[in-house]
């Protein structure tokens, strides 16, 4: 036998020594040796690997050092989004959310007894680790990738430094586990190894940390991974996402094979049954709280049987079977030293209070929200006060209270700046308007404003930031520090400027040189042809989100009848209120926001996806509706109906409300009605708008004279589709949005409820899954058929 063949030997069963105890320490923590022979087979083990460069593997205990300093992350695309947590703060939240997962799976549990008592689901219980959640890929017990959580679609690749946290095993331990594995967890610090990083950090001058988490996350996140894999950092495992094999079919079992496997999870976990045990172990933890090692910030809830979790399945961006459970926020004392204001995007300037720094909860706390200026009057704040601060949801610092037999003599009242800090232009309060029947009342809002618009720097900066963002134009390259120097050099005074900037501007820039400049230019010439919701939400109309946005541009279908709707006829769309209405209204009679979006259209914006009103909107509105939309007091829904049935249209109903002695005749209207009637009518400017809002409904289809529509169902409404393997001619993101389009829901698990699963090169578990329930599977061209049939190309 050769020296090298026994030094392989050698290190192979090192290795696997330093694995076992690496296991038995980090997750059974029953160490079986003490840590100064620990540290001898480790130090073996480096002088083999030194003697032996030939020999030396990625899986070695000896490579949890890091490598090179990188420039940047990549991005990483999470097959199975990785999603957050409802939030249950109050016991009656846990109990709600007991009841909602019982009425879910109604038709699986089984009947409860003859005195009234519903049948229990059983829970797995874990603390709450106050931590960053990633996400490790195992290939054939291999770790081949670590990830961020990112926006819990798109993370960021961070391999290198997950690989050297010491208690994450770089090859799966045993046998079983299935070909591709992604299991996720919490990167976290303890309480002694934040302490003692803390420490060396003081007595080497460098910058100490907040708190554990914000510890845990900028040590992960380090560019070179030799400064991450000298922290203290462990990982926790709670769940899995993409997987291609087979695992135990309920949440507890399958966290205990991950343990058999060599991965961390949780000493606190527990099963229990029903919302009494579930709160009794949220107590247990509670008291225990300050013993832990780590920072938890609550109790994690997961209904256990996997089965049920898939029935249960998703709502928006959060899990209907897994619930958080947060501790009450902690509060301290105080003082406030001052009272500053901030300028968001819609002008609102904003109360904050700079506080003399105290630890909240673990955070060190200086700033504050205020809210409004009625928040300040409501706690009676004056500037120099003693008040208790509480991290809401151990998130958002929060004043809560003023502690008034503290306050000194010298306490000064807060008051509302007249002109804006940033521009100097007028602040104003903004006014209520509340719409009822025939009248209108005016009052004082709790919001200022600066009405300086984008002539503010604040407001202009806000604006461009959420115009470029990836929910609105999506311009890639454009972050806040950028838009703050092109607004600062005078290159952007509107979101428009945007579109005309010149390569010699941006070449200037601090961070761009010739490739980081032609890449932005090029980012921002990809955005001109946006999706009509998109560019609404782009906008940034007051109180107009995504959902809207959307529902603005399918329903009404183009710009131009978005810009000039009425707010009477905006509130036929489902969701939108008069006060929705009226801000979009007033949003684009400003004379300057619509000089913006014309230079938008000069300068190559095209939108796409515009057409006619929606089908489902055409003669939508009716008479006996719109009266009673008219607001005319004393009438309404019977009132209307019986106008409508007596005059059958607008101009007959004015000039009966002027026939006074044919008016006394119509039954169903009592004299007070009658009257109301008249008297809207009288006003000339009332009866114009009436004729106005009419006209408008018939220009846009939605008159009840107008011509009716089919509306067609969508061809895969009702439909579960599943996406696996990989996609060439569009992404999986794009194929997503194109069967969403045609009214499928795209989920992430096949299940025998699952219509059909369209499985790419590389697809795995889920085509299995497909193939043994008996599901129709589609490959690609399948799909693009589909597609094509339906008028989408790829």
Sequence with gaps: MTDAQTAAERIAQLRSELDAHNYRYYVLDEPSVPDA??????????????????????????????????????????EVPMLSLGNAFEEQDLLDFDRRVREGLADLLPAGDLFGGGAEVEYSCEPKLDGLAVSLLYEN????????????????????????????????????????????????????????????????????????????????????????ASRPLEFCAYGVGRVDGELPDTQIEMLEALKRWGVPISRELKLVKGAAECRAYYQDIGERRDSLAYEIDGVVFKVNRIEFQRELGFRAREPRWAIAHKFPAREELTELLDVEFQVGRTGAVTPVARLKPVQVAGVTVSNATLHNMDEVARLGLMIGDTVIIR???????????????????????????????????????????????????????????????????????????????????????????????????????????????????????????????????????????????????????????????????????????????????LTYLPDVGQEVAYEIHNFFGDEHNCKVIAELLERGIELQEEGDVAAEFAACATLPGFIDKLNIPGIAATGAKKLAESAGDLEAIIALSQDWLTLATLKGLNEKARQSLRDFFSVADQAQRARDVEAQLREFGMHWQSQRKVVEGLPLAGQTWVLTGTLEAMSRDVAKDKLESLGAKVAGSVSAKTHCVVAGPGAGSKLAKATELDVRVMDEEGLLALLAEHGLDA
């Design 141 to 228: 017990g291999r770790l081949v990738r670590g990830a961020t959580r990112g926006d819990g679609t798109t993370g960021e690749d961070i391999s290198a430094n997950v690989r050297t946290v010491r208690n994450i095993p770089l090859r799966l331990q045993g046998e079983g586990w299935p070909e591709v594995l992604e299991v996720r967890g919490e990167v976290y610090m303890s309480r002694a190894g934040f302490e003692a990083l803390n420490a060396r950090a003081v007595e080497t001058g460098g910058k100490t940390f907040a708190n554990p988490r914000n510890a845990a996350a900028g040590s992960l996140r380090q560019l070179d991974a030799k400064i991450t």
């Design 37 to 78: 022979e620990y540290d001898r087979l480790f130090r073996e083990l480096q002088a083999l690997e030194e003697a032996h460069p030939e020999l030396v593997t990625p899986e070695s205990p000896t490579q949890r050092v890091g490598g090179n300093a990188a420039s940047a992350f990549g991005e990483v695309r999470h």
């Design 391 to 569: 991290r809401a949801g151990d998130v958002i610092p929060q004043v809560m209270q003023v502690v008034t037999e503290r306050r000194p003599a010298d306490a000064r009242p807060v008051q509302v700046p007249t002109v804006c800090p940033v521009c100097g232009s007028q602040v104003e309060r903004t006014q209520l308007v509340k719409r009822g029947k025939g009248k209108e009342s005016v009052s004082e809002g709790a919001i200022y404003r600066c009405v300086g618009r984008l002539f503010c720097q604040a407001q202009l900066k806000q604006s461009i930031i959420h115009f470029v963002s990836r929910r609105a134009m999506d311009i890639d390259g454009l972050g806040d520090k950028i838009v703050e120097q092109l607004v600062d050099k005078g290159l952007a005074k509107s979101p428009a400027d945007l579109y005309t900037l010149a390569y010699e501007q941006v070449v200037e820039l601090e961070g761009f040189a010739d490739l980081s400049t032609r890449n932005l230019l090029a980012s921002i010439a990809d955005s001109r042809r946006p999706s009509l919701a998109r560019f609404i939400y782009a906008l940034g109309i007051p109180d107009v989100g995504e959902e809207t946005a959307k529902l603005l541009a399918r329903a009404l279908g183009s710009l131009e009848r978005i810009m000039k709707a009425l707010p009477e006829v």
